[in-house]
């Protein structure tokens, strides 16, 4: 190695591994703002020329550099998402490194982009006073060339930078030449739980500042009682001056000569700003140069006590941790696609965001403040690897560091400053604690007095404003909730613990939404109702991170960690969110809708009582509709005369007269509907909805008793039904196999847990939701024994022994079919043994049915739905008559799971090629439960089996499991285990059928 390339190469390994956060990017850093002076984007394409290593000379930067041989690249992109993987491929870790933990060192097998592009400066741009260079982020650290000139460098991939290149650049043709690294020191402090996506993913832009020009805004606002107040900071030159600030819809036009002149503005009536009701006033902020857009909402932001305040009501947060995330692009912003999803968040009653764990693109929150949102924003930081060595190393605590810290919570604070969504900064995510967060607080607090600072990690609240939780269980919640609960909190003195109490509470994350789940949602809501000090919570996740691939054969899918073969990654722990990759939102979303819905409805005998939890506004956007239906088929319906109710009133209201049906059961639903379009929802769009069951008692069939049992094996034929030797052949006349004994269920990720990735999960216990205790018990591989077969007049009954290789547990299982009233009726009597240690998957019956004359490929039926639903999941679920396909009874989570059960069935029509196959009604067993279903075209050992959708096997069966009972969900992937009132302990069951050939009218 040449002397020169070999000190070329020792400063490059300096350079990435410097804690710094870079040199020569302005500072201080500013708002993101609205200008009308001149600005060029130099999004588009770039030369790229990619590299394994970060040793590189930097001869490429020079202008004269012969660029022919490189590739074309799109900037904004990712570059592990260009080329096919000729660029290197994405990397999945939650809360690993997947590099040598050697702060601040990282490998020299660094993989480096290095951009090339010419640009053009108008002739007009000679007399502008500075030509800046903004980049709003780049992965992880990179450096500038402009005509060969090196501008200078910066880390903090998820924050703005700007560069002056006034006395670099011409007139005319110019060349700028990036080099990006994708491991630096700074990826020790960006550690979430994310894809590692190394480029130029946000804006290139080139921007004229004008003499005399504004070069920060920042109108802070206040309300209180119907008047508004602006406090202004202006930060331009002398020359700059005199300056304008105009409201034209509230009659402003004040005009400050000097800079000593800007002073606050008192306004008599305004309307105030609210995530419900997104009052936004447009203004300017003037100079001869320049004007500066921006728009105003006036909010006060307050703690008062252990209550936070907005305008002075207290806030309960119903919230999602937003990642920025896309199949495709990866963190490269969409705005069409960002407003879709955050009118899709409003159309799911979701009023809060947590900018998980960054600052989103700057755009976004200004959606944030026209559509409505209580927004978090959190700094770019987390440092989670580090648990990994007990936080030895953790920068947190390292002065060397202490620069880096403060320079990110600077630039995230300054970005964004004038957003009215944003009601609390975030210092960044589990990133240990230690005197650099602390300063960084101190900074916070001393540059905006007005919001409080958040970071869950400051557990004795030593230097933030709100008492922080991850995935703290329901009955710990509520003990934080309770006035009375003084005992010391976890590595609390007592001191300590007391002053943490005395603040308003808040689940930064909860209810980890991973796969099928979770669940107890209306457990944790209800406790938010119960105890002011708690203000709701941040769900995690809002989508998945899925990146699309395609399989050998061709399929299209979603990926996750380990799809790209790294060597380390933590698996499909990615994909934990209420909306798949593809945007379709899950069951869990719905079922998070309906928990947190901001009107309520209490039924009594002839009225309903309705109660605006809204914060701040009322109920006249609002109508309410209602129907009776008779079996799920509609008789009536009309609209109730509801009088506008104030946020946390309530009124009662006469209801209909409702015609009850004797021989069908008679459900009255009422619906709260937006009585007009909105930028994020249609009118006519339900926001809440409840149901009230006025049915007359009808009475269970009662089980004929016999006596008359003896011996029977051979064919037998008792109506729809033919068996041989005890066994079902055929039902309504089409092969059938089964029931068969089904106690598993294809794991879901809760069920899988502790998960690769997975954190706060508790250990392998007796009666945890536990996959692995359900194989050591052979739950997904029951052999049976046949013990006897006896018949009787119109009646066979079959008993068997039910168990797993290498195990003395069994199950008795029961079987009676007989003829009643004319239709074939079935009741299964399931036993286990004693000894059974652990919850189990499910109890319910399973048939297998082949592709005969047709293949089974729908269903109607009377029960809950439309969507799935389980015992701890049920908010959603509304009692109805409902339809689907058999590929529409299942959710397409990443990972093949557990998915499509609907409970509390009524009827069920199987049907093929729209053909009516078998009807089955469900009769409730002698404690009123009713089973539920499953219909797919596989099974739960399949699903388990398969890692992606496209790994499950071709088939030519229908599998239809009737479940007595289910297991809940829970959320143990990342959180709490299912709650014992939810929890499937080893039981009797009896599950009671009657079916008829086609469908029973």
């Known amino acids: 190695m ?12 300096a350079y990435v591994s410097d804690t710094t956060p870079g040199r020569g990017a302005l500072r201080p850093a500013r708002s993101w703002l609205h ?19 970060a040793s590189m000379a930097e001869d490429f930067a020079a202008e004269d550099f012969d660029d022919r041989g490189w590739d ?154 119907g008047r508004g107040r602006i406090v202004p900071e202006v930060t331009a030159d002398a020359a700059a001056f005199p300056l304008t600030l105009r409201i034209p819809e509230l009659g402003i036009e004040q005009v400050w000569a000097t800079a000593n002149d800007v002073a606050p503005l008192d306004v008599a009536e305004v309307e105030p700003w609210s995530a419900e009701r997104p009052r936004l006033y447009d203004a300017t902020v003037s100079t001869a140069a320049e004007s500066i857009s921006l728009r105003v909402g006036f909010r006060t932001v307050e703690i008062r006590g252990d209550r936070f305040l907005v305008n002075g009501r207290r806030v309960v947060f119903h919230g999602v941790n937003r990642h920025e995330t896309h199949p495709q692009r990866g963190r490269v912003f969409d705005e069409e696609h960002a407003r879709e999803d955050l009118a899709r968040m409003k159309r799911f009653n979701v009023n809060a965001i947590r900018t998980s764990h960054y600052p989103p693109h700057p755009r976004l929150l200004d959606l944030a403040d026209e559509l409505g949102f209580w927004v978090i924003l ?55 604690t230690g005197s650099n967060l602390a300063a960084m607080s101190a900074w916070v607090h001393a540059r905006d007095a007005e919001r409080p600072v958040h970071y869950e990690g400051d557990y004795t609240g030593e230097y933030t404003d709100i008492y922080s939780r991850m995935y703290a269980s329901v009955p710990e919640t509520e003990q934080i909730g309770t006035d009375g609960a003084r005992s010391a909190l976890l590595n609390c003195t007592p001191a300590q613990s007391v002053r943490q109490r005395s603040k308003p509470f808040l689940l930064c994350e909860y209810a980890h939404a991973m796969g099928n789940g979770p669940g107890a949602l209306d457990q944790y809501e209800a406790l938010v109702h119960a105890h002011p000090r708690l203000h709701g919570g941040f769900v995690w996740e809002w989508r998945d991170h899925g990146i699309l691939a395609t399989a050998p054969d061709g399929t299209p899918y979603y990926a996750y960690g380990g799809d790209f073969g790294e060597v380390v990654h933590d698996g499909n722990f990615v994909m934990d969110g209420m909306l798949l990759s593809s945007d379709v939102p899950t069951p869990s979303l719905y079922e998070f809708k309906a928990v947190v819905e901001p009107v309520r409805f209490g039924f009594d005998t002839d009225g309903v009582t309705i109660t605006n939890l809204r914060h701040s506004a009322d109920t006249s956007d609002l109508r309410f509709p209602w129907r009776v239906e008779h079996d799920g088929t509609l008789v ?64 269970v069939p009662a089980v004929r008793p016999r ?177 689907s396909t058999i590929g529409g009874l299942s959710v397409d989570y990443a990972r093949p799971q557990e998915t499509g059960h609907r409970s509390q069935l009524r009827w069920l029509t199987l049907t093929g090629r729209d053909t009516d196959v078998l009807h089955v009604v469900a009769i409730p067993d002698i404690h009123g439960r009713r089973p539920g279903f499953t219909l797919s075209r596989h099974t739960p050992q399949q699903l388990a089996q398969a890692k992606h959708p496209f790994e499950l096997p071709g088939t030519a069966t229908s599998h239809l499991i009737i479940d007595a009972a289910q297991h809940g969900l829970g959320s143990r992937a990342c959180g709490p285990d299912v709650s014992p009132e939810f929890a499937l302990r080893p039981e009797a069951r009896t599950i009671r059928l009657r079916m008829t050939a086609g469908r029973a009218h």
């Open 2 to 13: 040449s002397s020169e390339l070999s000190a070329y190469v020792s400063s490059t390994t």
């Open 35 to 53: 200008s009308d002076a001149p600005a060029r984007s130099l999004n588009g394409p770039w030369l790229f020329r990619h590299s394994p290593v």
């Open 72 to 225: 074309s690249i799109p900037v904004p992109s990712h570059w592990v998402l260009q080329g096919d993987g000729a660029y290197g491929r994405p990397i999945y870790t939650n809360i690993r490194f997947p590099f040598p933990i050697d702060p601040p060192h990282v490998p020299d097998e660094n993989p480096t982009g290095d951009y090339r592009r010419h640009f053009d400066i108008p002739a007009g741009w000679s007399d502008t006073e500075r030509i800046v260079l903004r980049f709003d982020g780049v992965e992880s650290l990179f450096k500038v060339w402009v005509n060969g000139v090196e501008i200078g460098s910066a880390s903090g991939s998820r924050l703005a930078h700007e560069f002056d290149l006034t006395s670099a650049v011409r007139t005319g043709d110019n060349v700028v030449a990036v080099r990006v690294h994708q491991w630096s020191a700074a990826s020790y402090v960006e550690d979430q739980d994310q894809w590692w996506l190394p480029g130029i993913f946000r804006d290139v832009t080139l921007l004229a500042r004008p003499a005399a020009g504004i070069e920060d805004v920042w109108l802070r606002t206040g309300f209180d009682d």
């Open 378 to 432: 959190e700094c770019d930081l987390e440092t989670h690897g580090f648990d990994k060595v007990d936080w030895v190393g953790n920068p947190s605590d390292d002065p060397a560091w202490r620069a880096a810290y403060l320079d990110r919570v600077q630039r995230t604070v300054e970005r964004d400053k004038n957003h009215p969504s944003i009601v609390i900064w975030s210092l960044g995510n589990e990133a240990g």
């Open 636 to 699: 009536d319906s009309g609209e109730l005369e509801v009088p506008v109710l104030t946020a946390g009133e309530s009124g009662r209201v006469p209801l209909p007269r409702i015609v009850v049906a004797p021989d069908a059961e008679t459900w009255l639903t009422v619906d709260a509907v937006l009585a007009a379009a909105t930028k994020w929802a249609p009118d006519g769009h339900v926001i809440a909805t409840a149901q009230q069951d006025c049915s007359t008692h009808r009475v």
């Open 707 to 883: 006596s008359d049992w003896r011996p029977g094996d051979g064919p037998l034929t008792l109506g729809i039904a033919e068996f041989i030797d005890g066994s079902l052949v055929r039902l309504a006349g089409r092969a059938v196999t089964g029931p068969r004994l089904q106690l598993f269920r294809a794991p879901t990720d809760n069920d899988e847990s502790p998960s690769e990735g997975g954190e706060n999960s508790e250990a392998d216990i007796a009666g945890a939701s536990d996959a692995e205790l359900w194989r050591r018990d052979g739950l997904d591989r029951l052999i049976t024994r046949r013990i006897s077969v006896e018949q009787a007049a119109g009646a066979l009954r079959s008993v068997d022994r039910v168990s797993a290789a290498d195990s003395a547990l069994s199950v008795t299982v029961e079987s009676v079919w007989s003829l009643e009233d004319g239709d074939l009726e079935l009741r299964v009597e399931i036993e286990p043994s004693s000894g059974w240690r652990t919850v189990w998957p499910r109890i319910g019956i399973h048939f297998e049915l082949p592709d005969d004359a047709a293949p089974v490929d729908g269903a109607e039926w009377f029960g809950l739905g439309p969507l799935e639903s389980y015992p701890d999941s049920l908010r959603a679920a509304r009692a109805g008559r409902f339809s």
